[in-house]
């Protein structure tokens, strides 16, 4: 996986035909994003820190913005 930004990440997760997951564990927070449950973006929260990954191909599954 590789860094995105969080314009990629959020087109991501607001597509209807993906399926979103969130976990929390202590003080992290991890929301995967999934498509045919295939793992495709995650984000990771750990205190005031964010980051965004997905995977090499994830320009397949985002969608066009108007």
């Given amino acids: 996986m590789k860094l995105i930004m969080r314009s990629a990440f959020d087109n991501l997760r607001l597509n209807p035909l993906h399926s ?8 992290k927070q991890v929301v995967k994003i999934f498509c045919n449950e295939q793992l495709i973006a995650k984000r990771v929260t750990l205190k005031k820190s964010v980051r965004y990954f997905a995977i090499k191909a994830y320009q397949h599954f985002l969608t066009q913005e108007e």
């Fill in 20 to 27: 979103v997951e969130s976990d929390v564990n202590g003080e």
